[in-house]
């Protein structure tokens, strides 16, 4: 069985990877507005065995959420509707691996975990894509918990960690905060994005 998960590099969605890969055949799939290269990600899924692909998404999607986070003020809401349209756009099998073409999936994932606020993917949404595209969606961390993640990250990968700005990543954050810096300014960026640690893989242990 063929699963295409949604890949930004980091921890999370590589654990998700992990815990798939007895059962499916895993491609690693990022997201791109064509505003950075997903070449961290290409790294990250090469240095753990994986596949990797990208996926185009609408610059209209990209242009509304910026909108949205601007004036809501917080980045929840546009975060949330770019990854919808990411698990969507998937799922409707619209990339291409980077090796090969690829003709069918039998299921879409991601690397949402238990305690996330967002991204995440309620019931409706997820039995809404699986009828839309006939595939199942797969959440493989929407049962665990922060901690028990970080222990088996600890455990199987090496890990890079630092603040949001420093550690490349090719997640929906990094072009989101370049399209909010270009239309509204440097210190929207600074208003709407909360300073956080991010984490990008380096390989196994």
Known sequence: MDCALLFSGGKDSTLAALLLDPFYDVTLVSGSFGVRDAEPAREAASAVGFDHATVDLDPDVAREAVEQMHDDGYPRNGIQRVHEHAVETVAAGEWVADADAVETIDAVADGTRRDDRVPTVDRP?????????????????????????????????????????????????????????????????????????????????
Not at 135 to 147: N, Q
Not at 165 to 191: F, I, N, Q
């Open 125 to 205: 949404l997820a039995q809404s894509v699986e009828d839309r595209f006939g595939v199942d969606y797969l959440a493989p961390l929407a049962g665990i918990g922060r901690g028990a993640i970080d222990a088996m990250a600890a455990d199987r990968l090496v890990v890079e960690r630092g603040p949001s700005a420093e550690v490349p990543k090719a997640d929906y954050e990094v072009e989101l905060r370049a399209l909010l810096r270009t239309e509204y300014g440097g210190g929207a960026v600074d208003e709407v994005f909360p300073d956080h640690t991010q984490s990008r893989v380096r390989g196994l242990r």
